[in-house]
Every structure is written in C-alpha cells, then in structure tokens.
C-alpha cells in the first residue's frame, strides 16, 4: 500500500515568516494530494489539494507543489498568522495520511 | 448546507465492552470514510463504504467493523474493546472517488474512552 512521510513533526515560525511542510509518497499511481489543517477540537479541514496533472497550485497565501518524478509534495504558507497555528495533515489517494506537522506561529 | 455530523461527541466503555459510533455525511455524498486518530498521532484508515459496500478496509483487526445504511449514513462498530482503541474516532465523506469529486469533509470525531 502507499506510505506516506511527512516532515517536520513541529514547525515555530514568526509571525509574517514562511513556512514549509513536507511529504513524500510511495505510490507513483497516487494521483490526488490534499492537505488538511485540524485544529484543537475539531475534524481536519481541507485547505488546499492538488492532482497529478498540476505541479503547483495556490490560493491566497497557501500553495502547494508537487514533484511526481521524486514523488514529493508540499506545502508553502506565506505571511504567517497566529491564526494558522494548527496541526497539518498530508495526504496521497484520499486515504493514507502523513503523521502531521504541529505548526506554531508566535506574534 | 450541513456538514458531517457524527455522535456521540464523547463515549466511555469499558474494557470488553462494545461501542457503536454513527456518522451522517453531507447530503449527495455517497461514500463514508472512518479513520482512527490515537492521541498526539495521525489518521488511521479504518473502512470505506460506498453505495452500502465496504470498498476498503485498513490494516485493523476483525472486531473493528461497520456497515452504510441505505440513506448513506454509517455506523462504526468495535467488539471487545482493548484500552490501546482509546482515540478520536472520525468520519468523512465525500462523491464518490475517481470522478475528480472526491473531496473529504470530516465530521467533528467522537472521542472514545476505554477504561
């Protein structure tokens, strides 16, 4: 089955910095990469997705690349907010998920 | 529009005890996803159903079970409870997969306890 890696395990970031979240997976078949915040308390939310047929994709101040030929995907989160502190989730064929990033945005 | 809806928020069992957990998805979603999310780690696959039918099944053992109801909304069963099958228990749904529609909507979880 698809084994998916996901990295950092925790990310601080300041204020207003970038910040980056990587995954890489193991099925070339995959072909559909969403990646999803959860907050304290609640279900994961979709964010932002991208399929095999795109190699980068944004919205406002979230994008997310991918590279099929190194089968690795990730995430870019510009001008942080505090509001964006949150567990992130990766994921490949809409089932495997990576093991999440915490990311903490300090004012 | 309502989202996915799941109950209870909160159950305790005991240990060898059974727990049922209900999932309602969005309205026009077939599919019905369960994931297993143990304190502090990611999500697990559990089960798929679609249509009524089980499409996929993580790496789980046996007393983990379910079924999808005809009006699509499901039910996660799991015998004999062990104390390691204390988590937050969630649920999706989404069209069904392959149509470029598979987005997942999760539900808010049902938090498991075992004592």
């Known amino acids: 089955g698809e084994n998916v890696e996901q990295h950092p395990s925790t990310l601080s970031v300041q204020e207003g910095d970038s910040a980056v979240i990587k995954c890489t997976y193991s099925?070339?078949?995959?072909?559909?990469f969403p990646w999803y915040k959860q907050e304290l308390g609640k279900g994961p939310q979709l964010i932002i997705d991208?399929?095999?047929?795109?190699g980068e994709k944004k919205d406002q101040r979230i994008a997310v690349t991918l590279n099929k030929t190194a089968k690795h995907f990730s995430l870019h989160i510009t001008e942080t907010q505090p509001e964006d502190s949150a567990v992130y989730f990766c994921?490949?064929?809409?089932?495997?998920f990576g093991s999440g990033t915490k990311l903490n945005v300090k004012p | 529009e309502a989202g996915v809806t799941q109950s209870p928020t909160h159950l305790i069992k005991t240990r060898g005890q059974q727990a049922t957990l209900r999932c309602s998805p969005i309205s026009g979603h077939t599919s019905v996803y369960w994931y297993q999310q143990a304190l502090g780690l990611g999500l697990q696959f559990l089960l798929w159903y679609d249509e009524g039918e089980e499409r996929n099944r993580g790496n789980f053992p046996p007393r983990f079970s379910g079924r999808q109801f005809p009006n699509y909304s499901s039910e996660l069963n799991v015998n004999a409870l062990e104390l390691e099958d204390s988590a937050l228990y969630l649920c999706?749904?989404?069209?069904?997969?392959?149509?470029?529609?598979?987005?997942?909507?999760f539900g808010p979880g049902t938090r498991l306890l075992v004592l």
């Open positions: 099925d070339s078949a995959s072909n559909y």
């Open positions: 999706a749904s989404s069209r069904l997969p392959g149509q470029g529609k598979e987005t997942q909507y």
């Open positions: 991208i399929r095999s047929n795109v």
């Open positions: 994921a490949a064929s809409l089932i495997y």
